[in-house]
């Protein structure tokens, strides 16, 4: 029988788990984003704190991440097989 993902929440406004390669994680405005998945993967678009540009957040355990609003704190969702 196979066995199932054991599922890690990560914070997505972490440079821990997350990558931008134009801005910092902190010059993010994290009320403002949507999702894509061009490419195959997930990402985001945050807009930056001056509302004048958006940038490209990347999960940085994988390419195909979940996400999770929780209390108003974004998470990825991560799976793990052991």
Same mark, same amino acid.
């Given at each position: ?10 914070? &997505? ?23 894509? *998945? *061009?490419?195959?993967? =997930?990402?985001?678009? &945050? ?5 004048? *540009? ?7 355990? *994988? ?6 609003? =929780? ?12």
């Amino acid at each position: 029988m196979p066995k199932l993902p054991t599922i890690h929440r990560r914070r &997505v406004n972490s440079p821990r788990n997350s990558i931008c390669g134009s801005a910092t994680l902190a010059e993010l405005d994290w009320s403002h984003w949507f999702t894509d *998945t *061009t490419g195959g993967g =997930l990402y985001l678009h &945050v807009r930056s704190l001056d509302a004048e *540009t958006w940038h490209r957040v990347y999960c940085r355990q *994988t390419a195909a991440p979940r996400l999770r609003l =929780l209390d108003d704190v974004l998470f990825w969702l991560v799976d793990e097989v052991a």
